[in-house]
């Protein structure tokens, strides 16, 4: 998950520090880097250098740095995201030092720069590091986008500048794809145009981090006459960030969700979260009918502007049938690619980079092996050493006579829940003893791909532990939708060990479960359920 250690001596610093969210277990937990490896090794970094604020390279700060205590240097956009998620978890933020993209820090052994690149959430940077006599550029997530939405395009005379490195440890996310990564002016002016030939209610659903895509949508919103509401925490946050860093000095005003209903239908844009099919997300709950404000018709459209993650393909086609029920137009990656760019450098790119830089030799991170080996394959094309494939968990030595695998440490799946301070081994996750009986009764109604809940579910939990109610209700719509029976029996049957599960993973105390389902014939029964 991203999070890289650096040591030189008995000086080490730690760069990025991510998390996975697991939409393939139940109550899609969040899986973060394993620090058993250098905590063996007796290894604290002296310093966390945060390359940009996506997620997979910030989400697991909170779980990991309080066993660390050090100093972490940020951009200002990713601090502000790590001071805010350091106040949910009771953390002070005295500890985030903010970095602006070209000034540098420093450890004991380290000297770090930050270079500015181009990626798909602003400040992004790469790192060129300096100790015991090597330059090293870590590049982090970067494309070259010669005209980018927000930022300034890569500055080629900063990184020719820097040649020859030693060192590059590399992005590989899009090593084995020909050519260049579209630009994102270039998918903004594909909004513009999609958006203006739409009529009904246009939803438009993409990263919250990727505020270039965002700004982009709002805009082509407002050429298009349509005002512009906001569905998902995560997207209205990270507005509010935006704007409080005045990267959105032109962001058209916002409409409450609440007011949604009263415009007309070509009026309206909303933004919102959850193209990967996350089930607690805003698009989710459009899916499903569930949305408190906003309701879809035939006749809107939705647009995915964002390209699946390897995973989630399962979870995006399950709400794209969710949409379809509902009438409405579909564009996404497959029908749209213009719709949508990657943040990544595609082969033309890491060909310019390294003319620029001139490495002697390369380390590919990132991406699946396939990926890393188109790297090294485009790398020693242009007569850069790449001996070298990492795995997570290498310890690898890196000296005048360039890179070897010096110890391979074990790397142990570890899971934490979305409300928890501490991870835990999700390979032995014990299961806690029994206490106390959870009384479950839901009202159901048969549908032509399966079940789906009637109502308000109904809950007494005097006997057990407390529970997140609205966390259980979303996972429980899910497994709805999963599960292939005609029965009730055979629901029952089904679900009843599912729920076991989930809330072994949820509460402190596993209760026993009483399930009661009643079909929508028997609802006058829900008010007699104690």
């Excluded at 270079?115 to 070259?144: F, N, Q, Y």
């Excluded at 409080?244 to 969700?257: I, M, S, T």
């Excluded at 990492?390 to 310890?395: E, F, I, Q, T, Y």
């Excluded at 806690?432 to 109904?458: E, K, N, P, V």
Aim: net charge negative; proline share 6%; with cysteine.
């Amino acid at each position: 998950m991203n999070l890289t250690l650096y040591g030189y001596l008995d000086s080490w610093i730690a760069v990025d520090c991510g998390m996975l969210i697991r939409q393939d277990l139940d109550g899609n937990p969040l899986q973060v880097p394993d620090p058993q490896a250098f905590k063996a090794c007796n290894i604290t970094p002296e310093a966390l250098i945060i390359t940009h604020g996506h997620e997979d390279h910030i989400g697991a700060v909170v779980w990991l740095w309080p066993n660390w205590g050090c100093p972490i240097y940020a951009t200002p956009l990713a601090a502000e995201m790590l001071r805010t998620r350091f106040a949910e978890h009771g953390l002070a933020t005295a500890s985030i030092k903010v970095i602006e993209p070209g000034e540098a820090c420093s450890s004991d052994a380290f000297n770090v720069r930050f270079l500015p690149v181009t990626h798909s959430i602003p400040e992004s940077c790469a790192l060129i590091m300096e100790a015991g006599g090597h330059r090293i550029l870590h590049t982090g997530d970067w494309k070259i986008d010669p005209d980018p939405v927000i930022g300034a395009p890569v500055d080629e005379q900063l990184f020719r500048s820097l040649a020859p490195v030693d060192l590059v440890v590399g992005d590989s996310t899009n090593a084995n794809i020909l050519g260049r990564s579209h630009s994102e002016r270039q998918v903004a002016r594909a909004l513009t145009e999609t958006i203006g030939k739409c009529s009904g209610r246009v939803v438009v659903s993409c990263f919250a981090s990727n505020l270039a895509r965002v700004l982009s949508i709002a805009r082509a919103a407002a050429s298009c006459n349509r005002r512009v509401s906001l569905l998902g925490r995560s997207m209205e946050r990270m507005v509010a960030i935006a704007r409080q860093l005045d990267y959105f000095d032109d962001f058209p005003a916002l409409v409450p969700a609440s007011d949604l209903g009263y415009l007309p239908a070509d009026e309206v844009l909303v933004i919102a979260t959850g193209s990967q099919g996350e089930p607690r997300a805003a698009l989710s709950r459009l899916a499903q009918g569930r949305h408190p404000h906003f309701e879809l018709t035939t006749g809107d459209s939705v647009i995915f502007s964002a390209k699946a993650i390897p995973g989630n393909e399962h979870l995006i086609e399950r709400l794209k049938r969710g949409l379809k029920r509902f009438e409405v137009n579909i564009l996404d990656e497959f029908s749209h690619p213009q719709l949508h760019a990657s943040g990544h450098p595609a082969q033309e790119e890491l060909e310019s980079l390294y003319h620029w830089v001139k490495p002697a030799h390369l380390l590919p991170v990132h991406g699946e092996p396939v990926h890393q080996t188109a790297h090294a394959d485009l790398a020693r094309g242009m007569g850069i050493t790449a001996n070298l494939l990492p795995s997570n968990g290498d310890m690898i030595h890196f000296d005048d006579s360039g890179l070897r695998l010096e110890q391979r440490f074990p790397q142990q799946v570890r899971l934490v829940q979305r409300n928890a301070l501490s991870p835990v081994k999700s390979d032995t996750q014990a299961r806690i003893s029994r206490h106390g009986t959870l009384f479950i009764a839901i009202t159901l109604a048969a549908t032509t791909t399966g079940w789906t809940r009637i109502g308000r579910l109904l809950l007494d939990t005097s006997e057990s532990s407390p529970l997140d109610e609205d966390s259980f209700c979303d996972w429980l719509d899910e497994q709805l939708d999963d599960i292939a029976t005609d029965t009730l029996a055979g629901l029952r049957r089904l679900l009843h060990p599912r729920i076991g599960s989930w809330l072994s993973d949820h509460v402190q105390h596993t209760p026993d479960i009483q399930l009661q389902l009643m079909a929508t014939e028997t609802e006058y029964l829900v008010d007699s359920v104690p």
